[in-house]
T-cell receptor, first 117, second 115 residues
Framework: EAGVAQSPRYKIIEKRQSVAFWCNPI?????LYWYQQILGQGPKLLIQFQNNGVVDDSQLPKDRFSAERLKGVDSTLKIQPAKLEDSAVYLC???????????????FGPGTRLTVL | GESVGLHLPTLSVQEGDNSIINCAYSNSASDYFIWYKQESGKGPQFIID?????DKRQGQRVTVLLNKTVKHLSLQIAATQPGDSAVYFC??????????????FGTGTRLTIIP
Protein backbone atom coordinates (compact mmCIF):
# COMPACT_ATOMS: atom_id res chain seq x y z
CA GLU A 1 0.00 0.00 0.00
CA ALA A 2 1.45 3.39 -0.96
CA GLY A 3 1.92 5.83 1.89
CA VAL A 4 1.19 9.51 2.19
CA ALA A 5 3.10 11.43 -0.45
CA GLN A 6 4.36 14.96 0.02
CA SER A 7 6.29 17.38 -2.14
CA PRO A 8 8.61 19.08 -2.22
CA ARG A 9 10.78 17.44 0.44
CA TYR A 10 12.79 20.58 1.01
CA LYS A 11 12.19 24.26 0.35
CA ILE A 12 14.27 27.32 1.09
CA ILE A 13 12.73 30.76 0.67
CA GLU A 14 13.29 34.29 1.88
CA LYS A 15 10.93 35.94 4.31
CA ARG A 16 7.91 37.58 2.76
CA GLN A 17 7.94 35.09 -0.13
CA SER A 18 5.16 32.60 -0.75
CA VAL A 19 5.37 28.82 -0.67
CA ALA A 20 3.03 25.91 -1.28
CA PHE A 21 3.16 22.30 -0.18
CA TRP A 22 1.32 19.38 -1.70
CA CYS A 23 -0.03 16.22 -0.10
CA ASN A 24 -1.55 13.07 -1.57
CA PRO A 25 -3.12 10.92 1.15
CA ILE A 26 -3.48 7.16 1.20
CA UNK A 27 -6.16 6.05 -1.22
CA UNK A 28 -9.56 5.89 0.45
CA UNK A 29 -8.62 7.96 3.47
CA UNK A 30 -11.30 10.56 4.00
CA UNK A 31 -9.53 12.54 6.71
CA LEU A 32 -6.44 14.61 6.01
CA TYR A 33 -4.34 16.59 8.46
CA TRP A 34 -1.61 19.20 8.17
CA TYR A 35 0.84 19.54 11.06
CA GLN A 36 3.67 21.93 11.75
CA GLN A 37 6.69 20.48 13.52
CA ILE A 38 9.24 22.98 14.76
CA LEU A 39 12.69 21.58 15.46
CA GLY A 40 12.80 19.80 18.81
CA GLN A 41 9.04 19.83 19.26
CA GLY A 42 6.17 17.51 18.59
CA PRO A 43 3.86 18.07 15.61
CA LYS A 44 1.14 20.66 16.07
CA LEU A 45 -2.13 20.35 14.18
CA LEU A 46 -2.79 23.20 11.76
CA ILE A 47 -5.88 22.02 9.93
CA GLN A 48 -8.00 18.91 9.52
CA PHE A 49 -10.19 18.04 6.54
CA GLN A 50 -12.84 15.40 6.24
CA ASN A 51 -13.37 14.82 2.54
CA ASN A 52 -13.25 18.39 1.20
CA GLY A 53 -14.66 20.09 4.29
CA VAL A 54 -12.68 21.73 7.09
CA VAL A 55 -13.23 20.08 10.47
CA ASP A 56 -10.74 22.03 12.56
CA ASP A 57 -8.61 25.02 11.61
CA SER A 58 -8.49 26.60 15.05
CA GLN A 59 -4.68 26.60 15.16
CA LEU A 60 -4.10 27.76 11.59
CA PRO A 61 -2.67 31.31 11.37
CA LYS A 62 -5.25 32.41 8.87
CA ASP A 63 -3.64 35.75 8.14
CA ARG A 64 -0.87 33.97 6.27
CA PHE A 65 -1.69 30.26 6.03
CA SER A 66 -4.34 28.71 3.83
CA ALA A 67 -5.18 25.17 2.84
CA GLU A 68 -7.57 23.49 0.49
CA ARG A 69 -8.71 20.04 -0.50
CA LEU A 70 -10.96 20.75 -3.42
CA LYS A 71 -11.85 17.25 -4.59
CA GLY A 72 -11.51 15.50 -1.27
CA VAL A 73 -8.23 13.83 -2.21
CA ASP A 74 -5.06 15.93 -2.66
CA SER A 75 -4.43 18.96 -0.52
CA THR A 76 -2.24 22.03 -0.67
CA LEU A 77 -1.01 24.18 2.18
CA LYS A 78 0.15 27.70 1.37
CA ILE A 79 2.03 30.31 3.34
CA GLN A 80 1.89 33.90 2.11
CA PRO A 81 3.94 35.80 3.17
CA ALA A 82 6.38 33.59 5.05
CA LYS A 83 8.05 34.65 8.29
CA LEU A 84 11.26 33.41 9.87
CA GLU A 85 9.29 31.57 12.54
CA ASP A 86 7.57 29.48 9.88
CA SER A 87 10.75 27.44 9.47
CA ALA A 88 9.64 23.93 10.33
CA VAL A 89 8.72 20.56 8.90
CA TYR A 90 5.20 20.47 7.53
CA LEU A 91 3.69 17.03 7.88
CA CYS A 92 0.62 15.68 6.17
CA UNK A 93 -1.27 12.73 7.61
CA UNK A 94 -4.37 10.81 6.63
CA UNK A 95 -6.73 8.37 8.28
CA UNK A 96 -9.91 6.45 7.64
CA UNK A 97 -13.07 7.86 9.13
CA UNK A 98 -13.72 6.08 12.40
CA UNK A 99 -16.42 3.47 12.27
CA UNK A 100 -18.51 2.13 15.05
CA UNK A 101 -15.62 1.55 17.38
CA UNK A 102 -11.91 1.78 17.83
CA UNK A 103 -9.44 4.41 16.91
CA UNK A 104 -8.11 4.90 13.43
CA UNK A 105 -4.41 5.34 13.02
CA UNK A 106 -3.06 8.47 11.39
CA UNK A 107 -0.45 7.73 8.74
CA PHE A 108 2.14 10.44 8.25
CA GLY A 109 4.02 11.47 5.16
CA PRO A 110 7.76 12.27 5.20
CA GLY A 111 7.13 15.99 5.51
CA THR A 112 8.42 19.10 3.78
CA ARG A 113 11.28 20.86 5.51
CA LEU A 114 10.86 24.62 5.08
CA THR A 115 13.66 27.05 5.78
CA VAL A 116 12.82 30.75 5.78
CA LEU A 117 15.85 33.04 5.51
CA GLY B 1 -5.44 23.49 28.78
CA GLU B 2 -4.27 20.33 27.14
CA SER B 3 -0.64 19.39 27.48
CA VAL B 4 1.41 16.29 27.07
CA GLY B 5 4.97 16.36 28.30
CA LEU B 6 7.95 14.09 28.67
CA HIS B 7 10.25 13.76 31.66
CA LEU B 8 13.55 13.32 29.78
CA PRO B 9 14.62 14.73 26.43
CA THR B 10 17.33 12.07 25.83
CA LEU B 11 17.87 8.47 26.78
CA SER B 12 20.79 6.16 25.99
CA VAL B 13 20.42 2.41 26.34
CA GLN B 14 22.79 -0.47 25.71
CA GLU B 15 21.77 -2.72 22.85
CA GLY B 16 19.83 -5.68 24.17
CA ASP B 17 18.72 -3.92 27.31
CA ASN B 18 15.17 -2.78 27.97
CA SER B 19 14.25 0.89 27.71
CA ILE B 20 11.50 2.85 29.37
CA ILE B 21 10.28 6.17 28.05
CA ASN B 22 7.96 8.20 30.25
CA CYS B 23 5.32 10.78 29.59
CA ALA B 24 3.08 12.95 31.76
CA TYR B 25 -0.26 14.26 30.60
CA SER B 26 -2.75 16.69 32.02
CA ASN B 27 -5.96 16.17 30.04
CA SER B 28 -8.04 13.49 31.71
CA ALA B 29 -10.64 13.66 28.93
CA SER B 30 -8.42 11.97 26.35
CA ASP B 31 -9.82 8.84 24.75
CA TYR B 32 -6.57 7.22 23.73
CA PHE B 33 -2.88 7.61 24.36
CA ILE B 34 -0.49 6.80 21.58
CA TRP B 35 3.22 6.33 21.13
CA TYR B 36 4.89 7.38 17.89
CA LYS B 37 8.41 6.77 16.66
CA GLN B 38 10.07 9.33 14.40
CA GLU B 39 13.29 8.59 12.59
CA SER B 40 15.38 11.31 11.04
CA GLY B 41 13.83 12.68 7.87
CA LYS B 42 10.61 10.74 8.28
CA GLY B 43 7.16 11.37 9.63
CA PRO B 44 5.99 9.89 12.94
CA GLN B 45 5.16 6.21 12.80
CA PHE B 46 2.47 4.66 14.99
CA ILE B 47 3.84 2.16 17.50
CA ILE B 48 1.05 1.33 19.90
CA ASP B 49 -1.96 2.93 21.52
CA UNK B 50 -3.95 2.35 24.64
CA UNK B 51 -7.53 3.21 25.33
CA UNK B 52 -8.02 5.47 28.33
CA UNK B 53 -9.96 2.81 30.24
CA UNK B 54 -7.07 0.34 30.09
CA ASP B 55 -3.94 0.05 32.22
CA LYS B 56 -1.66 -2.00 30.02
CA ARG B 57 -1.32 -3.08 26.46
CA GLN B 58 1.36 -5.20 24.87
CA GLY B 59 2.63 -5.36 21.34
CA GLN B 60 5.64 -6.87 19.69
CA ARG B 61 8.57 -5.98 22.00
CA VAL B 62 6.64 -2.97 23.30
CA THR B 63 4.38 -2.46 26.28
CA VAL B 64 2.47 0.67 27.16
CA LEU B 65 1.39 1.35 30.72
CA LEU B 66 -1.17 3.94 31.70
CA ASN B 67 -1.51 5.20 35.27
CA LYS B 68 -4.51 7.47 35.38
CA THR B 69 -4.09 8.21 39.07
CA VAL B 70 -0.87 10.12 38.47
CA LYS B 71 -1.56 10.87 34.78
CA HIS B 72 1.50 9.00 33.62
CA LEU B 73 2.17 7.00 30.47
CA SER B 74 5.19 4.86 29.70
CA LEU B 75 6.56 2.92 26.76
CA GLN B 76 8.71 -0.10 27.45
CA ILE B 77 10.83 -1.48 24.65
CA ALA B 78 12.28 -4.93 25.28
CA ALA B 79 15.65 -6.12 23.99
CA THR B 80 16.45 -2.86 22.22
CA GLN B 81 18.01 -2.94 18.78
CA PRO B 82 19.95 -0.30 16.82
CA GLY B 83 16.85 0.30 14.73
CA ASP B 84 15.03 1.50 17.83
CA SER B 85 17.14 4.67 17.84
CA ALA B 86 14.71 7.50 17.14
CA VAL B 87 12.66 10.23 18.78
CA TYR B 88 9.61 8.90 20.59
CA PHE B 89 6.51 11.01 21.10
CA CYS B 90 3.56 10.37 23.28
CA UNK B 91 0.30 11.83 22.08
CA UNK B 92 -3.20 12.02 23.36
CA UNK B 93 -6.17 11.51 21.14
CA UNK B 94 -9.61 12.96 21.63
CA UNK B 95 -12.34 11.42 19.53
CA UNK B 96 -14.84 13.99 18.34
CA UNK B 97 -18.06 13.78 16.38
CA UNK B 98 -18.36 11.98 13.06
CA UNK B 99 -15.14 10.06 13.47
CA UNK B 100 -12.93 13.11 13.75
CA UNK B 101 -9.99 12.79 16.05
CA UNK B 102 -7.50 15.30 17.38
CA UNK B 103 -3.95 14.41 18.34
CA UNK B 104 -1.94 16.49 20.79
CA PHE B 105 1.76 15.63 20.82
CA GLY B 106 4.38 16.03 23.50
CA THR B 107 7.92 17.27 22.93
CA GLY B 108 9.63 13.91 22.40
CA THR B 109 12.44 11.81 23.84
CA ARG B 110 15.48 10.91 21.78
CA LEU B 111 16.42 7.28 22.34
CA THR B 112 19.93 6.24 21.38
CA ILE B 113 20.90 2.58 21.36
CA ILE B 114 24.55 2.02 22.16
CA PRO B 115 26.05 -0.98 20.30
Amino acid sequence: EAGVAQSPRYKIIEKRQSVAFWCNPISGHATLYWYQQILGQGPKLLIQFQNNGVVDDSQLPKDRFSAERLKGVDSTLKIQPAKLEDSAVYLCASSLVRGSGGAHEQFFGPGTRLTVL
Amino acid sequence: GESVGLHLPTLSVQEGDNSIINCAYSNSASDYFIWYKQESGKGPQFIIDIRSNMDKRQGQRVTVLLNKTVKHLSLQIAATQPGDSAVYFCAEKKVRDFGNEKLTFGTGTRLTIIP
